[in-house]
């Protein structure tokens, strides 16, 4: 009774003083987390904009309770662009994975180049998001070389014009995204598949399994995690979609690629009403963070159940 | 159920040679133990049975098929690995059914197997387990099981007791002897401890270097080591070994151990060839088939350290060259510093020619 009491109180103490010791960290850490969010949430509510003549703290003369968000849920090119943003979304990670997987399977396996071909691969990530999106611009040109290749395998002269349709504009912007991002996913499920252990694999292939059966029964399973991880990088960042995006096409033609970033960009540089930008901001933040911990809660479930 | 002939088998690893030569007939039903310490090259043959290595040169014949080509999928060779490799992702249910499932077996069918081996090998409480927190004899169980659901006409384990603590081994030895028993299959059996090797197996397949020593039940490999290696490799602790040359005396053929004196005749079997030899010989003996004698009778050494091991006390007697130990009962009542003749039995002496190291035999 008492030698468990004494491993007790130990730790209690250890804690109090760390919690000491750490209070200053924690609370500068706080300040900046939850500051910008309290002034985001405040000016949410009022009409505030940096042309109103009066400071952000004063924006309650210009409170308009929740109307900015009776406007957000009306708002058709807010949802149009929500949507858009989406539709990028299902298409662009599920295709960064499946190369990025095929990939992986494939660089597990020695084959002679394979350190050369590893360097190249990695390079469209190495590259800046802005610089890739000028040389998409430039590929996607009607007298551009996309156009060059379309014609000298059709055997006839092609001038689409890519970035000036509402639906090509679309593909083209997300090829660019698929270019960029593949190579992380890869990186990050090849890192994922080496530590998948051999011997099991090993005894699968000697109780008959073939290579599908062996990758499908005993690689995934064993990957979840790391999948899990990987989708979940891509999700987050592709809902952010914005900078290559934005060279490319500046979220044209009309708003046939406009998403959300590009959205929340356009109605903070171009019509300045930052109450209602916050309101917007906000709402997706609040979406983004239910799917953070939906994500992070099934991370933890897959992790009991695999150590 | 199948033979195992390995054929001039070599194996290189660029410029390493794996495994120099090895010629060895394994019998339908036997179990053999493949025996050396590390690096010796039997897991090398091991896995060129299994067919995750393909031999350099050389042949592996199953029954009358030689092996040449065949992926170890379709071997029929079950495989128990050194951790057992049990897919930790899966219940112990879904291990045992992974062999018949991915050869597409229908459920019905996949189900009355699992249940089958399952009740044979005593798991069929804990087949709804996550394979992943079961004690080791559970999952060298689950790893025969999930091998032995296959038919596999041969069993191949690599050194499966490695891994678990010194108190268990005995009980998971007489686990797999008796499932052993139980499935009749061929069994071949990688191990660096003789004692595993020496309870369990039918025959003994002595290895070193890459080169095969001895093959042989494991009473044979005990009282008739074929070299000098298998001599010392064998036994707990292994054969004396004294260096000297063979010398003619009144008694018979004796051999001349230099300072330490001539030790008691030969026997007459092995006399007359050790008459004809005329470099260094090795006499040796078991630590175990030694008694005291009285002066002159035996070989005089100083006592140089007394190890006792409960029932036992095992003399250490001179040292260096001529370090001899010797196993006593308990209540042996010798001490450091004294002087102790001893005398082994002459029925258990073994001559071994120094320079080719191999044992010297009648005929």
Known sequence: MQASKAASVLPDEGARLGFRLTLPAQILVLFIAVFPLLMQLYISLTDWSPLSGTGWWNAWSMWNSFANYTDLAVDARFWSALKRTAIVMIVCVPTEFLLGLALATLFADEFPGKRIFYSILLMPMMVVPAVAGYMFFMLFQSGGPVNDILSAISGFPVTIAWLSDPTLALIAVMVADIWQWTPLMFLILLAGLVGVP????????????????????????KMKTIIIIALAIR????????????????????????????????????????????????AILIVLSIAAVFAMKRMARVRQVTA | MSTIHLQNLVKKFGDFTALKTMDLAIADGEFMALLGPSGCGKSTTMNMIAGMEEPTSGKILFGERDMAGVPMGRRGVGFVFQNYAIFTHMSVRQNLAYGPKMRGAAKAEVDRRVGAIAEMLQLTPLLDRKADRLSVNILQRVAIGRSAIMEPAIFLLDEPLSNVDAAFRAVMRTELKQLQRQFRQTMV??????????????RIAVMDHGVLQQVGTPLEVYNDPANVFVARFIGAPGMNLLKGRPAESDGGVVVDLGPLGATPPLPVEIADVARRMRGEVFYGFRPEQVKLAEDGRGLSMPVSF??????????????????????????????????????????????????????????
């Open chain 2, 189 to 202: 059996y990688v191990t660096h401890d003789q004692l595993e090797a020496m309870t369990m197996a039918d």
């Open chain 2, 306 to 363: 007394v190890e006792r091991i409960g029932p036992r006390t095992i003399i250490h007697l001179g040292d260096g060259e001529t370090a001899v130990k010797a196993v006593f009962d308990n209540d042996v009542g010798l001490a450091i510093g004294q002087t102790a003749v001893v005398a082994p039995a002459v029925e258990a002496v073994r001559v071994f020619d120094a320079a080719t190291g191999l044992a010297l035999r009648a005929g």
């Open chain 1, 198 to 221: 051999e011997d099991q694999i090993k005894a699968a292939t000697l109780l008959g399994a073939n290579p599908w059966q062996r990758f499908v029964t005993i690689v995934l399973p």
């Open chain 1, 235 to 282: 999700v987050i960042e592709n809902f952010k979609i914005f900078d290559t995006l934005y060279i490319m096409t500046g979220g044209g033609p009309g708003v046939a690629t406009e998403t959300i970033s590009v959205y929340i960009y356009k109605l903070t540089t171009q019509d300045l009403i930052w109450g209602y930008v916050a309101a917007i901001a906000l």
